[in-house]
């Protein structure tokens, strides 16, 4: 960790905030400053007029970088620390819970409705990373964080208190905008305290605790399914949560009134201006968290995703007109009314157009889309039951397996880091393109190793490869993301505004992308999973199918070897075949957008500076050539 802090403390003091010719510090907490910054260009001079383009940065991207000015070697020593502590224990939650969750929705007698509790994670995960990246740039990093651990700890208390499937679904809710914000804003902080050429290893350091958490959470999980109730695996955590935050809260606290002192920043409590009537300060909030767009995009995805995994509940199937009109309607929110908000009337969109734009922008948020969906086609959410159910594993060897994935990409993820800090020109885009051909190739050998003879060690091993391969896209593909939104905004502090709402956007479209694989998944099995029971259970036993399709528990009841047990398995392992062709074939598109992320330089490049590689190249001929016309001059 001091090595990390090292490297921090080693960057220098950031460059002061340049605010439209006034102070930064006459800088008002509830208002949005129009920052003319002196933009840095690739050749080192200064850009003196402002460019007009540039969305208005908000005060709490200001306050950041005012405070960002202040951190001492032992303040970011503490706050790292802070990091790893809570990514440690929400990664020790994950996995635990995610061993538990099964055996809650069984305990409702639903366990068909696991994927739709996917879905609601995911679209929860998805709409809310824009937001909470707003709430950071409007309040503040501190406040954000604090939200969250209140969002995690009433989802904690709901899930353990919870007597039915849909007081379980609705606490995914809190539970999963809490979790999903915390995720987007510990990268939004390390992008604050670090440049482009140590932020690859320094955003791997939230996920490097699954190297621990991967094998001691099943075990704990098993522990806890042996000796009580599934429900105080989930109770604990609102209790060591909020403890875990405090080394970080405090000192972002601590920081913050160390810039109020110095008067970077003005205090919260002084009054720069008349306050607002309180219609209009509602008003212009939500203005600045741009509501009107995350409700357009939240119920387009919830109305979308949230049927396809009902569609097997309905009698009718694709032919029910409800559920047809449910994603219409959805379809409508999403493709219509979304983008022309956006377009056309919101003066603090999501997504700024300078991102748009951006052909690495657009393709690596894509990319992340894609190989997100198919992780959720081919093992989550019903890998971990047909390890139960059709091979007969325990929970202690089951878990592990279907957590292998976290481990090796985060192996992956932090070997990469460290590659590309050290490489003479560190780029991304190798690494995206490898993982990406690793990723699909580990789904070709899962096609071949997930069968009910398959060992112990192939079920690790295929796991290991595709958790490989999403790890080595997943860390360069972000670090492309942000490189490419700092560009396109011009760098400087601009370019640092938009790396929040790119980073935000690249981790939504990955949960997106996580609940439409769950759709898809869930529509698969609950289609398949059914018929297939009625069709090979014996004649004595097809009344059962419907309690056997909804728990795992009762189908794990059945003798391993009995007729029953086997007609169960053949199920479950022709329906996973399914859903792994399935993977594979939404695999072409992660192969075309890893082709299409740019090829990035981040070499002697601070925060908000980079450049392509192909630009650098024509620099170089166009240097070359000046020199040459210089000579024949002469």
Same mark, same amino acid.
């Given at each position: 960790?001091?090595?990390? %802090?090292?490297?921090?403390?080693?960057?220098?003091?950031?460059?002061?905030?340049?605010?439209?010719?006034?102070?930064?510090?006459?800088?008002?907490?509830?208002?949005?400053?129009?920052?003319?910054?002196?933009?840095?260009?690739?050749?080192?001079? $200064?850009?003196?007029?402002?460019?007009?383009?540039?969305?208005?940065?908000?005060?709490?991207?200001?306050?950041?970088?005012?405070?960002?000015?202040?951190?001492?070697?032992?303040?970011?020593?503490?706050?790292?620390?802070?990091?790893?502590?809570?990514?440690?224990?929400?990664?020790?939650?994950?996995?635990?819970?995610?061993?538990?969750?099964?055996?809650?929705?069984?305990?409702?007698?639903?366990?068909?409705?696991?994927?739709?509790?996917?879905?609601?994670?995911?679209?929860?995960?998805?709409?809310?990373?824009?937001?909470?990246?707003?709430?950071?740039?409007?309040?503040?990093?501190?406040?954000?964080?604090?939200?969250?651990?209140?969002?995690?700890?009433?989802?904690?208390?709901?899930?353990?208190?919870?007597?039915?499937?849909?007081?379980?679904?609705?606490?995914?809710?809190?539970?999963?905008?809490?979790?999903?914000?915390?995720?987007?804003?510990?990268?939004?902080?390390?992008?604050?305290?670090?440049?482009?050429?140590?932020?690859?290893?320094?955003?791997?350091?939230?996920?490097?605790?699954?190297?621990?958490?991967?094998?001691?959470?099943?075990?704990?999980?098993?522990?806890?399914?042996?000796?009580?109730?599934?429900?105080?695996?989930?109770?604990?955590? $609102?209790?060591?949560?909020?403890?875990?935050?405090?080394?970080?809260?405090?000192?972002?606290?601590?920081?913050?009134?160390?810039?109020?002192?110095?008067?970077?920043?003005?205090?919260? @409590?002084?009054?720069?201006?008349?306050?607002?009537?309180?219609?209009?300060?509602?008003?212009?909030?939500?203005?600045?968290?741009?509501?009107?767009?995350?409700?357009?995009?939240?119920?387009?995805?919830?109305?979308?995703?949230?049927?396809?995994?009902?569609?097997?509940?309905?009698?009718?199937?694709?032919?029910?007109?409800?559920?047809?009109?449910?994603?219409?309607?959805?379809?409508?929110?999403?493709?219509?009314?979304?983008?022309?908000?956006?377009?056309?009337?919101?003066?603090?969109?999501?997504?700024?157009?300078?991102?748009?734009?951006?052909?690495?922008?657009?393709?690596?948020?894509?990319?992340?889309?894609?190989?997100?969906?198919?992780?959720?086609?081919?093992?989550?959410?019903?890998?971990?039951?047909?390890?139960?159910?059709?091979?007969?594993?325990?929970?202690? @060897?089951?878990?592990?397996?279907?957590?292998?994935?976290?481990? $090796?990409?985060?192996?992956?993820?932090?070997?990469?880091?460290?590659?590309?800090?050290?490489?003479?020109?560190?780029?991304?885009?190798?690494? %995206?393109?490898?993982?990406?051909?690793?990723?699909?190739?580990?789904?070709?050998?899962?096609?071949?190793?997930?069968?009910?003879?398959?060992?112990?060690?192939?079920?690790?091993?295929?796991?290991?490869?595709?958790?490989?391969?999403?790890?080595?896209?997943?860390?360069?593909?972000?670090?492309?993301?942000?490189?490419?939104?700092?560009?396109?905004?011009?760098?400087?502090?601009?370019?640092?505004?938009?790396?929040?709402? $790119?980073?935000?956007?690249?981790?939504?479209?990955?949960?997106?992308?996580?609940?439409?694989?769950?759709?898809?998944?869930?529509?698969?099995?609950?289609?398949?999973?059914?018929?297939?029971?009625?069709?090979?259970?014996?004649?004595?036993?097809?009344?059962?199918?419907?309690?056997?399709?909804?728990?795992?528990?009762?189908?794990?009841?059945?003798?391993?070897?009995?007729?029953?047990?086997?007609?169960?398995?053949?199920?479950?392992?022709?329906?996973?075949?399914?859903?792994?062709?399935?993977?594979?074939?939404?695999?072409?598109?992660?192969?075309?957008?890893?082709?299409?992320?740019?090829?990035?330089?981040?070499?002697?490049?601070?925060?908000?500076?980079?450049?392509?590689?192909?630009?650098?190249?024509?620099?170089?001929?166009?240097?070359?050539?000046?020199?040459?016309?210089?000579?024949?001059?002469?």
């Amino acid at each position: 960790m001091s090595a990390v %802090i090292n490297l921090i403390a080693s960057d220098g003091p950031h460059e002061p905030l340049v605010v439209s010719g006034r102070d930064a510090a006459l800088v008002g907490y509830d208002s949005v400053i129009d920052a003319e910054p002196a933009i840095s260009t690739i050749d080192g001079a $200064a850009n003196d007029e402002p460019d007009h383009r540039q969305p208005l940065l908000q005060a709490g991207v200001l306050r950041i970088e005012a405070v960002a000015r202040t951190w001492s070697k032992t303040g970011l020593m503490v706050a790292y620390l802070g990091i790893f502590l809570m990514a440690f224990t929400t990664s020790l939650e994950g996995q635990v819970t995610y061993s538990l969750s099964a055996f809650a929705v069984s305990s409702f007698n639903n366990h068909s409705l696991l994927s739709t509790v996917y879905v609601v994670q995911g679209v929860v995960n998805a709409v809310i990373k824009p937001p909470m990246a707003k709430i950071a740039d409007v309040f503040g990093r501190l406040e954000a964080f604090s939200i969250c651990i209140l969002l995690c700890v009433l989802g904690y208390i709901q899930m353990a208190a919870s007597q039915n499937v849909q007081t379980y679904a609705s606490a995914q809710i809190f539970y999963s905008a809490g979790s999903t914000g915390l995720q987007i804003l510990q990268q939004v902080f390390i992008a604050d305290t670090s440049d482009f050429l140590n932020r690859a290893l320094f955003s791997s350091l939230p996920d490097s605790p699954f190297l621990i958490t991967v094998w001691i959470g099943p075990a704990i999980a098993a522990a806890i399914l042996a000796t009580t109730s599934w429900r105080i695996g989930y109770a604990v955590w $609102a209790i060591i949560l909020p403890i875990a935050f405090l080394p970080l809260g405090l000192t972002l606290l601590l920081n913050g009134r160390r810039a109020e002192k110095l008067g970077l920043i003005p205090s919260k @409590k002084s009054k720069q201006k008349p306050s607002r009537p309180w219609k209009e300060s509602t008003i212009h909030l939500l203005t600045e968290l741009d509501a009107i767009g995350i409700l357009f995009l939240s119920l387009g995805l919830a109305l979308v995703l949230i049927p396809l995994t009902l569609v097997s509940r309905s009698p009718a199937g694709w032919k029910d007109r409800h559920i047809l009109l449910v994603i219409f309607f959805g379809l409508f929110s999403l493709l219509g009314l979304f983008p022309l908000w956006e377009s056309k009337y919101a003066k603090q969109p999501l997504l700024p157009s300078t991102l748009l734009k951006s052909k690495t922008f657009c393709a690596g948020c894509a990319l992340g889309f894609f190989y997100f969906a198919v992780f959720y086609i081919a093992v989550q959410p019903y890998f971990y039951s047909y390890l139960l159910v059709a091979l007969n594993l325990p929970v202690s @060897k089951a878990g592990p397996i279907t957590q292998t994935f976290s481990f $090796a990409s985060t192996i992956a993820a932090l070997l990469a880091s460290v590659v590309i800090r050290q490489l003479s020109k560190p780029r991304p885009r190798p690494f %995206i393109i490898l993982g990406a051909g690793l990723y699909t190739v580990a789904i070709m050998v899962l096609l071949r190793t997930r069968t009910r003879e398959a060992s112990l060690g192939s079920l690790f091993g295929a796991q290991t490869l595709l958790g490989a391969g999403a790890g080595l896209m997943h860390v360069a593909t972000q670090l492309a993301v942000q490189a490419s939104a700092t560009s396109s905004a011009g760098g400087g502090i601009n370019g640092h505004g938009n790396v929040g709402v $790119a980073t935000a956007a690249f981790l939504t479209f990955v949960q997106v992308g996580a609940a439409v694989g769950s759709a898809v998944s869930g529509a698969v099995w609950g289609r398949l999973v059914p018929k297939k029971l009625v069709e090979y259970l014996p004649d004595e036993v097809k009344g059962e199918a419907k309690k056997i399709y909804s728990s795992v528990v009762v189908a794990c009841s059945y003798k391993w070897g009995s007729v029953e047990r086997e007609a169960i398995a053949r199920s479950y392992q022709e329906t996973i075949t399914v859903l792994l062709w399935l993977a594979l074939v939404v695999c072409v598109p992660v192969l075309v957008m890893a082709g299409c992320v740019g090829d990035y330089r981040l070499d002697g490049m601070g925060r908000g500076m980079v450049e392509q590689e192909d630009d650098i190249k024509g620099r170089k001929r166009g240097e070359e050539e000046r020199e040459r016309e210089d000579e024949a001059t002469r």
